[in-house]
């Protein structure tokens, strides 16, 4: 029996998601219960991945498939593509398993040709709304199945409109549709080399094919990295019989959301054109009005679409994004999928749903993604400093949070200043999914048109990204680089500010301001935290970082890295007469003189910890970080310690190294220099004493990096007991105490039975395992690893997300290892992986006692860890995405 690659709408499901794309089994399901779906069918995601094996051909059984399902088509709709007397006129639209708003391509009204125009004006017995249809389609054709530029037919277009004096494309006359008909055509004849097709299967196959690799256009692919979507999806492709929008005054198309996208609010949100196409919505050529203004001009449709909005919200148990169709007065149904939404409004219907009873709490927490949280974390402007800020204009609040950045008007722009460091703010007249990469590396999207549901604002919202757009007060011309506001001009490369709360746009730069965690965020954070069962730590070196990090949930100190300590303007030259000393007693003197600073250290970071648990990493970079290398430096210090230059810049080129992060550091640094790990055991002996004694219970836990024999460890740890114990002894105050180790380098990993007889934990440092697992270095791979992850070599940066079939494998050995020779032992990650979502999911797996990450990560962490629990409860029936 040959495979099913094409489905009837009356065929499939929701649950069919994998097969049919979301828009294939959404419209399937929207079929079944009921709700005015133009008819058609889908070609399925596994049709696409065949086209790909077979060398981009669609072969002889899918072109039979898809041909049976058209005569179908027909037969219900009683029409025939191509018709000259009653045609049918189809959408090809793509459908990926998960929403890529504006990332592949779609073309309406296929099917018309110099016949079936007229056909269609016999039909409808409206000719003007038939030569806009084809027109549309020649160029929406042109573009997407031919690769034609879009600009040349928008030129005529423009020239039409201009020569005539016309505002709008809806002042057409027919006389001016029929001429622009005949110029689209010789574009394209120019353009391909051949006539238009008037051969609508021709068209149609032409149209499959483009939507199939529109799955690996330039814009689709950096979609699918930015949201972590396979690649091996592929795309599936509908086909479905046209309703108009474009007839008339009784006609329209919109865009609407069963809630608020930006704030989360129980109220119907969306836009809608009369006598228009889908298109002319979210591209933001014409402004578009408010749903609510339906009501007014054709109440009995906006009541059957509300009610509908209702069924579907309910059916679905989630926000929806619904697009819809008026033809003649009658309402259509083309699409419906789970709404793209700020991170904020994601938590707000979630919290709103539970309340509601609607969905559990478990179901909420699966239901926001953890990097969306980001989004939440970061500040918005300072309150204090709008009162006086010089406000430009106001736009549409298309996605809220505040940016401020040089004003840069093109995407490669945008995106070159963005890596050279820049705070960059994208300006648009309107942006087009092809600016997918700008809107990535800036800071905040600034258009001067579209709506609330334009290109620029649904894919804003969906990152994250500050967006305002609409903002028609607003000069924007890309070919000079300028914008102008009356009388000022604003030049590419100045500050602008941009708030998406508000809509408002200011000139220069405005201070920000945290943001408080609280409302419906705090309800929805109680909930990770009822569900999950693995801890959460954050990585400090500092009281202010520590502090941060338990405003946002951490539940203790999983990485405090002591050198960070070391670098202070006041504590260099001592640190530095440690390292130049010649002899053991002059080395313990200068130690002697950081003891109390650290102490101190210590002391703040106890206090702040309030009694929750503190990882305490001993000195770990090559002592050579420390000191200057020009000589210019070198005979600056050379004076302040009393030595000829000479004799200073050789001891610096002695501690020298060529490969220092293979080198002299680690616990390679407290054998070589035992005094070295002396004081730092004393200084956090004595602060945790202090801290004792001003009301706060301690509890340190001493971390030894670079292990990479057990024998070192046997050698230091008995320095690093012997040290506090003297001091607990010395002082009559008692605290518990751990000591264990980093687990950074492969060889630890493979003998990880041996060091976890000597070590009360291990933690995983992921950076250095990855670096020395993979024999690349963190500093220098980024020269490559983008070329690695853009050719395939690697699914993923290894330093951003573990890479669980590597070093992952390590991780587990050493799990499995170290709790095989103590069941007991405490287990954490303390690299930047331990706040990435899929990472986190990892280490829970591996039974990890917790992870541990940067404070703003925090809270990604918490919700990833209780996901994971999720996930583990009921059998991995949730889906990644």
């Known amino acids: ?121 016999e039909a409808t017995k409206n000719e003007r709304f038939s030569y806009d249809s084809y027109r549309r389609f020649i160029q929406m054709f042109s573009d997407v199945a031919m690769e034609v530029p879009k600009y040349k037919f928008e030129n005529v277009l423009d020239a039409y409109k201009e020569k005539n004096g016309y505002k709008f494309d809806t002042e057409l006359t027919v006389e001016d549709l029929k001429g622009i008909v005949e110029d689209y055509k010789a574009i394209y004849k120019e353009a391909v080399g051949e006539d238009f097709p008037q051969d609508p299967k021709k068209q149609l196959m032409l149209s499959i094919e483009a939507v199939f690799r529109s799955w690996n256009n330039p814009r689709a692919i950096v979609y699918r990295k930015l949201n972590d979507i396979p690649g091996n999806l592929g795309t599936a492709v509908n086909i479905q019989s046209m309703v108009f929008g474009n007839m008339g005054q009784t006609s329209g198309t919109g865009v609407a959301f069963t809630r608020n996208p930006s704030t989360g609010e129980n109220r119907l949100f969306g836009e809608y054109l009369i006598n228009a196409q889908g298109e002319d919505v979210v591209a933001g050529i014409r402004t578009p009005q408010t749903i609510d203004t339906l009501k007014n001009e054709m109440p009995e449709i906006y009541d059957e679409f509300v009610k509908i909005t209702h069924i579907l919200e309910g059916h679905y148990k989630d926000m929806q994004d619904i697009e819809f169709t008026i033809e003649n007065g009658r309402l259509f149904i083309l699409q419906t999928r789970n709404g793209k939404r700020t991170a904020q409004a994601a938590i707000n219907v979630v919290v709103d749903l539970v309340n509601d009873g609607v969905i559990d709490k478990e179901e909420a927490v699966m239901r926001i993604e953890p990097n969306q949280l980001d989004q939440l974390l970061h500040p918005t402007f300072d309150p204090k400093a709008l009162k006086g800020a010089d406000k430009l204009a106001k736009g549409l609040p298309a996605s809220p949070g505040a940016a401020t950045g040089r004003v840069y008007f093109y995407a490669d722009d945008a995106v070159q200043h963005a890596n050279a460091g820049e705070k960059v703010l994208l300006v648009r007249q309107e942006t087009s999914p092809e600016d997918i990469e700008g809107m990535v590396s800036a800071e905040g999207i600034l258009t001067a048109r579209g709506g609330m549901t334009s290109h620029a604002a649904v894919v804003a919202r969906g990152m994250g990204k500050c967006c305002v757009a609409g903002c028609g007060e607003l000069r924007v011309d890309e070919s000079s680089r300028e914008i102008r506001v009356g009388d000022l001009v604003i030049k590419e490369g100045e500050f602008m500010s941009i708030d998406g709360s508000s809509g408002c746009v200011y000139l220069g730069q405005i201070p920000m301001t945290s943001v408080e965690l609280s409302g419906s965020f705090g309800t929805f954070m109680s909930w990770v935290d009822e569900i999950r069962d693995m801890m959460v730590r954050t990585n400090a070196d500092n009281p202010r970082d520590a502090k941060k990090a338990i405003e946002f949930g951490a539940e203790g100190i999983g990485l405090c890295r002591t050198e960070h300590m070391f670098f202070e303007e006041d504590r260099i030259p001592a640190v530095r007469k440690m390292i130049l000393s010649e002899t053991v007693e002059d080395r313990v003197k200068a130690l002697e003189s950081l003891l109390p600073f650290q102490r101190e250290d210590f002391h703040g970071i106890f206090m702040a910890m309030e009694g929750r648990p503190c990882n305490i990493r001993l000195l770990d970079p090559p002592l050579h970080e420390f000191l200057p290398h020009d000589d210019a430096s070198i005979e600056a210090l050379a004076s302040q310690m009393g030595i000829r230059p000479s004799e200073l810049k050789k001891r610096v080129m002695d501690l020298d190294e060529f490969n220092p992060m293979l080198g002299h550091r680690g616990c390679r640094l407290a054998v070589t220099y035992p005094e070295i790990c ?41 320095i690093i007991e012997r040290c506090i114990n003297e001091e607990i002894e010395k002082s009559g105050v008692k605290f518990d105490y751990t000591v264990g180790t980093m687990i950074e380098i492969p060889r630890a990993c493979v003998t990880a039975d041996e060091i976890a007889e000597v070590a009360d934990f291990f933690s995983f440092g992921t950076n250095d395992l990855t670096q020395m697992g993979f024999g690349y270095s963190r500093d220098d791979a980024g020269k490559f690893l983008g070329e690695y992850v853009d050719k395939g070599i690697l699914e993923k940066d290894p330093f951003q997300v573990l890479d669980q079939r590597g070093i992952g494998r390590l991780v587990e050995m050493a799990v499995k290892l170290g709790r095989g020779q103590k069941p007991e032992l405490k287990l954490g990650i303390c690299g930047e992986h331990g706040g990435e979502p899929s990472s986190v999911e990892f280490c829970y797996k591996q039974g990890l006692n917790y992870v541990s990450c940067s404070p703003f990560r925090v809270p990604i962490a918490r919700l990833a860890a209780a996901q994971a629990t999720v996930k583990k409860s009921k059998g991995n029936q949730h889906r990644d995405k």
């Open 1 to 121: 029996m040959s495979t099913k690659f094409v489905y009837s709408f009356d065929e499939g499901n929701k649950e069919m998601r994998g097969l049919l794309g979301g828009k294939g089994a959404n419209l399937a399901e929207m079929t079944n219960i009921g709700l005015p779906v133009p008819q058609g069918f889908t070609i399925t995601t596994e049709a696409c991945n065949d086209y790909y094996d077979n060398d981009h051909k669609i072969v002889d059984e899918i072109i039979k498939q898809i041909d049976e399902k058209l005569a179908q088509l027909e037969k219900e709709q009683g029409k025939k593509l191509g018709s000259d007397s009653n045609p049918l006129l189809v959408s090809v639209r793509s459908g990926a398993v998960f929403s890529m708003p504006g990332m592949m391509d779609t073309i309406l009204n296929l099917g018309l040709n110099d016949t079936s125009v007229k056909g269609l004006i």
């Open 678 to 718: 002396e004081m730092q055991s004393r200084a956090i002996a004595q602060g945790a004493i202090q801290a004792i004694k001003d009301g706060v219970d301690v509890h340190p836990e001493i971390m030894v990096p670079l292990i990479g024999t057990v024998n070192e460890l046997k050698m230091l740890r008995p």
